[in-house]
């Protein structure tokens, strides 16, 4: 057999099956060999009843007795049996799998995969994942209808042996270099892997093609965008001094030094991209506008995309008082255009209808370009390619994750404190410290202080999921129970499921002290700054990222009084506690998002669906050290010229929609 024959050729393959696989891509034995697990469950952890952990994978391996079933409160199916070995028993737990109750049977052996779990009610049971029948590592593949995950698993092991005739991509020198084992070799480290470290060798060969790929791709992207060309900027430095020395405060060394960077940055004689990243109220505004006036100064003219129609206006009037009479800024939103003819011209969406109408554009200007999507930066790239372009954003991204996601741009961060806003006390508690919680906000209130509760949930699941306690506190519960505990507060809920306009009119009361506590999910993250609020009680912070805590907490201290921002940690669990006190002892947004990248993933940062993020299977963002290695062999690869490296160019994917989504 070669790998290049059809599946069928593979015994116990028949025509349906084969439909089956096509459903998946997978035509020929190499395509199989290719159809890579989602992940491995390792089941290799066999422990004794007595020493389980509670919350860790295990297997246990044990005699049943006792087997019965009972409907639980919420209505699903619990079947439980004892499972007995030399060192003790345990409940095993199943839910909602009636069919289990005829194979349980009292006296036999089985071999349970699953994890202890803290939960009194129940007696602390095992819950069950799977009933296996030996110890070691399970490939968990992509499965779909009509295809089970057993079928792939054993027509995938018959495959395996062919393996052997798959060639590297990565070239001999590039393997040795990065201690890297052929692709033969992990293929079979994956499908069947015989201990931790052939699996982990395996992934790191899959993990390093992919980076590479995206490495290579980003920079083959930078370097075309070097041989567009264009003019080079001439930089008038006494006439910006002369701006600066104008404005109505001092530059902070940082915004000096931003502001020098992207003017540089714009004289290289191709056009910059640049992202330009400060936390809110750091002051990106005038950088922006000190690189604007540099454009407008050799002859160029401005456009500076904003968000809303609010916001917009708001940077019209702020930019026109310090640029003063000579130049001309005009708005351009929905409601209102003011003229094309302007130096800067500060706009909406409406902006983006008439960016053809433009001429002479030399730098584009994205405000807060995480409220953008790639497709409006794009129109008006289409229109200005030759423009600079300078995207500016409060979404802390750490340097490792920047260098990828955004690898086609140059990052400007903009780390000085901003002066004006006051520093939030974060304080954790648990359960029991909940009345002393209670008594402060009691006693905020009584000064007319309002503030937020944030739930995870708008209201209680009804249908408990497979393997989980619904453990979660709800919008809906949390208000009802805040009427009881503060007596004569106004409590307003507010959640995705509210219909817009209601939304609004809530938001407006809270505003305007109608309401004084908003009991929410994190749909207040975006949007709402009510200066009074001095108040935050975050509940179930274990289930949210650093940076999204840090980001609602940024909702209060907006004022003068002093604020603060209660975490409730509901669920007893010392890793989810570790991270949270990173938020009691920093107030560094971008040392928490490096901290969100190692312990959860890059989706925890820039929002999984609309981060743009090409999606990698096995390459993390946040290993920081085969980021660093990979992209500085692309450097060296891209400088080199790719043409020497033909195989490497299956590794490249599209990186167009990457940045700024
Ligand atoms: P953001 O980074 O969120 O866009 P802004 O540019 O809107 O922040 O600045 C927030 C406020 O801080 C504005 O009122 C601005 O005038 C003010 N500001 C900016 N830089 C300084 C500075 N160096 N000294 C004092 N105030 C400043
Ligand atoms: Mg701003």
């Keep these: 057999m070669k790998i290049s024959d059809s599946i069928t050729k593979l015994p116990g393959v028949g025509a349906n099956t084969a439909g089956s696989f096509g459903k998946l891509g997978v035509k020929t034995i190499k395509d199989l060999l290719f159809l890579l697990p989602n992940r491995i469950e390792d089941q290799s952890n066999l422990a004794k009843i007595a020493s389980l952990r509670s919350g860790e994978e295990a297997v246990i391996s044990g005699k049943i007795s006792k087997v019965f079933s009972r409907r639980t409160k919420r209505g699903s199916l619990l079947i439980e049996a004892r499972i007995t070995d030399e060192s003790g028993s345990i409940n095993a737990a199943w839910f909602n799998q009636r069919f289990l109750l005829s194979q349980l049977k009292d006296g036999e052996q089985i071999m349970l995969f699953g994890s202890k779990k803290i939960a009194p009610s129940m007696g602390n049971p095992f819950i069950v994942k799977k009933i296996i029948k030996s110890v070691g590592y399970s490939p968990i593949y992509p499965a779909t209808q009509g295809l089970y995950q057993g079928v792939i698993q054993r027509i995938v092991k018959q495959a395996v042996p062919l393996a052997k005739d798959v060639p590297d991509i990565l070239p001999p020198q590039i393997l040795k270099g990065s201690k890297l084992i052929h692709r033969s070799e992990a293929l079979m480290g994956v499908h069947d892997p015989k201990n931790q470290q052939e699996l982990d060798r395996a992934r790191r060969l899959f993990a390093f093609e992919e980076l590479l790929g995206l490495a290579l791709s980003v920079g083959l992207n930078k370097q075309e965008q070097r041989a567009k060309g264009g003019d080079k ?188 806003q006051q520093r939030v006390t974060t304080k954790l508690f648990l359960d029991e410290q909940r009345p002393s919680v209670v008594a402060e906000i009691r006693r905020r209130l009584s000064r007319s202080e309002p503030g937020y509760v944030i739930c995870p949930a708008i209201a209680k699941t009804d249908q408990p999921t497979l393997l989980e306690i619904d453990e979660r506190k709800s919008v809906i519960a949390e208000a009802k129970k805040l009427a009881g505990e503060l007596p004569g507060a106004k409590i307003a809920a507010i959640h995705g499921k509210i219909p817009a306009d209601q939304r609004v009119e809530i938001l407006g009361d809270f505003m305007e002290g109608r309401v004084d506590v908003l009991v929410s999910t994190t749909v207040v993250e975006v949007g709402i700054d009510n200066p009074n609020a001095t108040w935050m009680i975050v509940e179930n912070a274990e289930m949210f990222g650093l940076s999204t805590l840090h980001q609602l907490r940024g909702r209060v201290g907006r004022g003068q009084k002093a604020s603060v921002c209660f975490l409730s940690q509901t669920l007893f669990d010392e890793k989810a506690g570790q991270r949270l006190e990173m938020l009691e002892k920093s107030d560094n947004g971008l040392e928490l998002a490096e901290a969100d990248l190692s312990l959860r993933g890059p989706g925890e940062i820039l929002g999984s669906e609309q981060s743009g993020l090409p999606s990698l299977r096995f390459a993390s963002l946040g290993d920081k050290k085969m980021v660093t290695e990979v992209f500085a062999l692309a450097d060296k690869i891209v400088n080199d010229g790719i043409e020497k490296y033909p195989t490497l160019k299956k590794l490249l994917v599209k990186v167009d929609g990457l940045a700024a989504s």
């Design 233 to 420: 900027l001439i930089i008038d430095t006494d006439y910006l001094k002369r701006f600066v020395a104008k404005l109505p405060f001092t530059l902070t060394a940082g915004q000096r030094q931003a502001a020098w960077g992207i003017i540089k940055g714009m004289a290289n004689g191709y056009p910059a991209n640049r992202l330009l990243y400060g936390e809110v109220g750091s002051g990106k505004t005038v950088v922006s506008l000190i690189a604007a006036m540099a454009i407008v100064r050799a002859g160029g003219r401005v456009l500076i995309l904003v968000p809303t129609t609010t916001l917009a206006a708001q940077q019209a009037k702020s930019i026109q008082e310090m640029v003063g009479k000579d130049l001309r800024v005009s708005l351009i939103t929905g409601h209102k255009k003011e003229t094309i003819e302007a130096d800067i011209i500060v706009g909406t969406h409406a902006l983006l209808n008439i960016a053809d109408q433009f001429d002479r554009v030399g730098l584009v200007i994205i405000d807060e370009q995480q409220r953008f999507g790639v497709r409006q930066r794009q129109i008006l790239l289409r229109h200005h390619g030759q423009a600079h372009l300078l995207l500016t954003t409060a979404t802390p991204i750490p340097r490792s994750l920047a260098q990828t996601v955004f690898g086609n741009l140059e990052i400007t961060y903009l780390l000085d404190k901003p002066a004006h």
